[in-house]
Protein backbone atom coordinates (compact mmCIF):
# COMPACT_ATOMS: atom_id res chain seq x y z
CA UNK A 1 0.00 0.00 0.00
CA UNK A 2 1.50 3.27 -1.24
CA UNK A 3 1.12 6.61 0.71
CA UNK A 4 -1.96 7.76 -1.34
CA UNK A 5 -3.79 4.54 -0.29
CA UNK A 6 -2.94 4.59 3.35
CA UNK A 7 -3.93 8.53 3.14
CA UNK A 8 -7.88 7.73 1.03
CA UNK A 9 -7.85 4.85 3.76
CA UNK A 10 -7.42 7.14 6.47
CA UNK A 11 -9.98 9.42 5.34
CA UNK A 12 -12.47 6.69 4.77
CA UNK A 13 -12.09 5.51 8.21
CA UNK A 14 -12.43 9.01 9.90
CA UNK A 15 -15.48 9.96 7.75
CA UNK A 16 -17.44 6.53 8.64
CA UNK A 17 -16.54 7.89 12.14
CA UNK A 18 -17.45 11.06 11.61
CA UNK A 19 -20.79 9.86 10.85
CA UNK A 20 -21.31 7.47 13.29
CA UNK A 21 -21.22 10.15 16.02
CA UNK A 22 -23.39 12.12 14.35
CA UNK A 23 -25.75 9.42 14.01
CA UNK A 24 -25.51 8.92 17.57
CA UNK A 25 -25.77 12.43 18.84
CA UNK A 26 -28.74 13.33 16.50
CA UNK A 27 -30.55 9.70 17.80
CA UNK A 28 -29.61 10.97 21.15
CA UNK A 29 -31.06 14.71 20.98
CA UNK A 30 -34.25 13.02 19.22
CA UNK A 31 -34.57 10.93 22.36
CA UNK A 32 -34.46 14.53 24.89
CA UNK A 33 -36.94 16.12 22.47
CA UNK A 34 -39.75 13.40 22.55
CA UNK A 35 -39.42 13.24 26.33
CA UNK A 36 -39.00 16.76 27.44
CA UNK A 37 -41.22 15.93 30.94
CA UNK A 38 -38.28 13.49 32.43
CA UNK A 39 -37.57 13.93 35.88
CA UNK A 40 -40.26 16.47 36.16
CA UNK A 41 -42.82 15.76 39.19
CA UNK A 42 -45.94 14.29 38.00
CA UNK A 43 -49.52 14.32 40.01
CA UNK A 44 -52.76 13.11 38.76
CA UNK A 45 -55.81 14.73 38.20
CA UNK A 46 -58.99 12.61 39.22
CA UNK A 47 -61.84 14.70 37.51
CA UNK A 48 -64.78 12.02 38.83
CA UNK A 49 -63.63 13.58 42.53
CA UNK A 50 -65.65 16.85 41.27
CA UNK A 51 -68.99 14.97 40.51
CA UNK A 52 -69.46 14.88 44.48
CA UNK A 53 -70.47 11.60 46.71
CA UNK A 54 -68.33 9.64 48.92
CA UNK A 55 -66.42 6.85 46.41
CA UNK A 56 -63.70 9.90 45.11
CA UNK A 57 -62.82 13.11 46.66
CA UNK A 58 -59.15 12.96 45.92
CA UNK A 59 -58.80 15.16 43.05
CA UNK A 60 -54.83 15.53 42.86
CA UNK A 61 -52.30 12.61 43.73
CA UNK A 62 -48.64 12.20 43.41
CA UNK A 63 -46.76 8.77 44.28
CA UNK A 64 -43.23 10.82 43.78
CA UNK A 65 -44.36 13.48 46.39
CA UNK A 66 -46.96 11.93 48.05
CA UNK A 67 -49.23 14.80 48.12
CA UNK A 68 -52.71 15.03 47.14
CA UNK A 69 -55.49 17.32 46.99
CA UNK A 70 -58.87 17.21 48.23
CA UNK A 71 -62.59 18.05 47.30
CA UNK A 72 -63.31 19.23 50.85
CA UNK A 73 -66.79 20.52 50.13
CA UNK A 74 -69.04 21.28 46.91
CA UNK A 75 -69.04 19.63 43.30
CA UNK A 76 -69.10 20.57 40.22
CA UNK A 77 -72.76 21.12 40.50
CA UNK A 78 -72.57 22.73 44.09
CA UNK A 79 -70.67 25.61 44.67
CA UNK A 80 -68.69 26.86 46.18
CA UNK A 81 -65.91 23.90 45.64
CA UNK A 82 -63.01 23.89 48.68
CA UNK A 83 -60.15 22.15 47.40
CA UNK A 84 -57.06 21.55 49.90
CA UNK A 85 -56.16 19.18 52.27
CA UNK A 86 -58.50 17.32 55.57
CA UNK A 87 -55.91 18.51 57.94
CA UNK A 88 -54.83 21.77 56.97
CA UNK A 89 -58.30 22.99 55.16
CA UNK A 90 -59.23 24.85 52.35
CA UNK A 91 -55.83 26.31 49.73
CA UNK A 92 -58.02 26.48 46.83
CA UNK A 93 -61.62 27.93 46.48
CA UNK A 94 -63.79 28.05 43.37
CA UNK A 95 -67.22 29.67 42.74
CA UNK A 96 -69.68 30.61 40.80
CA UNK A 97 -71.81 33.54 41.05
CA UNK A 98 -74.86 33.28 40.52
CA UNK A 99 -76.25 36.94 39.54
CA UNK A 100 -73.64 36.65 36.68
CA UNK A 101 -75.25 37.13 33.03
CA UNK A 102 -72.46 35.23 31.35
CA UNK A 103 -70.85 32.16 32.81
CA UNK A 104 -67.98 32.50 35.04
CA UNK A 105 -65.62 30.92 37.49
CA UNK A 106 -64.02 32.98 40.30
CA UNK A 107 -60.98 30.74 41.70
CA UNK A 108 -59.21 32.35 44.91
CA UNK A 109 -55.84 30.81 45.99
CA UNK A 110 -54.91 30.68 50.17
CA UNK A 111 -57.42 32.87 50.54
CA UNK A 112 -56.99 35.70 47.86
CA UNK A 113 -58.88 35.98 44.47
CA UNK A 114 -56.43 35.29 42.25
CA UNK A 115 -58.19 34.66 38.69
CA UNK A 116 -61.80 34.86 36.88
CA UNK A 117 -62.73 32.14 33.90
CA UNK A 118 -65.38 33.63 32.27
CA UNK A 119 -66.70 33.04 28.46
CA UNK A 120 -65.09 34.74 25.88
CA UNK A 121 -66.14 37.23 23.33
CA UNK A 122 -66.95 33.83 21.14
CA UNK A 123 -68.95 31.31 21.91
CA UNK A 124 -67.40 28.26 24.22
CA UNK A 125 -64.09 30.23 24.87
CA UNK A 126 -63.37 31.02 27.87
CA UNK A 127 -60.81 33.55 29.18
CA UNK A 128 -58.72 34.15 31.75
CA UNK A 129 -58.53 37.41 33.95
CA UNK A 130 -57.05 38.54 36.86
CA UNK A 131 -58.61 39.80 39.74
CA UNK A 132 -56.43 42.77 40.86
CA UNK A 133 -55.01 41.28 44.01
CA UNK A 134 -51.57 41.46 44.59
CA UNK A 135 -50.14 38.00 44.94
CA UNK A 136 -46.60 36.48 46.08
CA UNK A 137 -44.30 36.55 43.46
CA UNK A 138 -44.40 33.00 42.95
CA UNK A 139 -47.95 33.17 41.84
CA UNK A 140 -48.37 34.21 38.21
CA UNK A 141 -50.65 36.63 37.10
CA UNK A 142 -53.10 35.87 34.24
CA UNK A 143 -51.84 38.34 31.98
CA UNK A 144 -48.50 36.52 31.66
CA UNK A 145 -50.51 32.74 31.20
CA UNK A 146 -50.67 31.36 27.74
CA UNK A 147 -52.32 27.72 26.95
CA UNK A 148 -50.87 25.58 24.18
CA UNK A 149 -52.57 22.46 22.85
CA UNK A 150 -55.74 20.66 22.56
CA UNK A 151 -57.65 21.76 26.10
CA UNK A 152 -60.46 19.51 25.58
CA UNK A 153 -58.33 16.33 24.89
CA UNK A 154 -56.26 17.09 28.05
CA UNK A 155 -52.83 17.50 26.40
CA UNK A 156 -52.16 21.02 26.55
CA UNK A 157 -49.11 22.99 27.90
CA UNK A 158 -49.31 26.15 30.76
CA UNK A 159 -46.58 28.64 29.90
CA UNK A 160 -45.42 31.72 32.04
CA UNK A 161 -44.11 34.27 29.88
CA UNK A 162 -43.08 31.14 26.88
CA UNK A 163 -41.43 29.81 29.43
CA UNK A 164 -43.09 25.94 30.22
CA UNK A 165 -44.39 25.82 33.54
CA UNK A 166 -46.61 22.76 33.41
CA UNK A 167 -47.54 20.06 30.78
CA UNK A 168 -50.86 18.09 31.07
CA UNK A 169 -51.62 14.55 29.34
CA UNK A 170 -52.62 11.80 29.22
CA UNK A 171 -50.62 8.16 29.77
CA UNK A 172 -51.68 5.09 27.33
CA UNK A 173 -50.71 3.10 29.86
CA UNK A 174 -52.60 4.02 32.91
CA UNK A 175 -52.99 1.72 35.24
CA UNK A 176 -55.91 3.93 37.49
CA UNK A 177 -59.42 2.67 37.80
CA UNK A 178 -60.52 6.27 37.05
CA UNK A 179 -60.35 6.28 32.88
CA UNK A 180 -61.14 10.24 33.18
CA UNK A 181 -58.09 10.90 35.08
CA UNK A 182 -55.04 12.29 33.12
CA UNK A 183 -51.19 13.80 34.37
CA UNK A 184 -49.74 17.18 34.81
CA UNK A 185 -45.65 17.59 34.91
CA UNK A 186 -44.06 20.20 36.95
CA UNK A 187 -40.40 21.18 36.18
CA UNK A 188 -38.13 21.21 39.31
CA UNK A 189 -38.15 24.83 41.55
CA UNK A 190 -42.00 25.66 39.53
CA UNK A 191 -44.48 26.06 42.53
CA UNK A 192 -46.94 23.29 42.69
CA UNK A 193 -50.20 24.48 44.06
CA UNK A 194 -51.12 27.94 41.38
CA UNK A 195 -50.83 25.32 38.18
CA UNK A 196 -52.71 22.41 39.52
CA UNK A 197 -55.11 24.89 40.75
CA UNK A 198 -55.31 26.52 37.41
CA UNK A 199 -55.69 23.07 36.06
CA UNK A 200 -58.33 21.92 38.09
CA UNK A 201 -60.11 25.20 37.42
CA UNK A 202 -59.80 24.74 33.60
CA UNK A 203 -61.33 20.88 34.23
CA UNK A 204 -64.79 22.51 36.05
CA UNK A 205 -64.84 25.04 32.79
CA UNK A 206 -64.14 22.44 30.19
CA UNK A 207 -66.29 19.69 31.60
CA UNK A 208 -68.96 22.21 31.99
CA UNK A 209 -69.22 23.64 28.16
CA UNK A 210 -71.08 21.86 25.75
CA UNK A 211 -68.48 22.93 22.94
CA UNK A 212 -65.24 23.16 24.69
CA UNK A 213 -62.60 25.54 23.78
CA UNK A 214 -59.14 24.42 22.74
CA UNK A 215 -57.71 27.60 23.05
CA UNK A 216 -58.15 30.43 25.69
CA UNK A 217 -57.64 34.23 25.40
CA UNK A 218 -56.40 35.75 28.53
CA UNK A 219 -56.41 39.16 29.89
CA UNK A 220 -54.85 40.93 33.08
Known amino acids: MDSNDFL ?3 LAVTGLALLVSL ?3 TSERVVIEENPISGWKKFTISPEALAG ?3 QRTLVSSQESGGELEVLSGSSRSFPIKIGHHKHGA ?10 LKSSLKMSLLGQPWIQIRTGREE ?12 ADEVPE ?11 AREYEIRVREKVAAT ?3 EQADDSADESSYRVALPEGIPELPFLALVVGLEIELAAC ?6 LSLES
Not at 91 to 100: N, W
Open 8 to 10: LLS
Open 23 to 25: FVG
Open 53 to 55: GDN
Open 91 to 100: LLVIEKPLLS
Open 124 to 135: GIPRLVGAGTRM
Open 142 to 152: AGSLRLNGNLP
Open 168 to 170: VFR
Open 210 to 215: SRPAKA
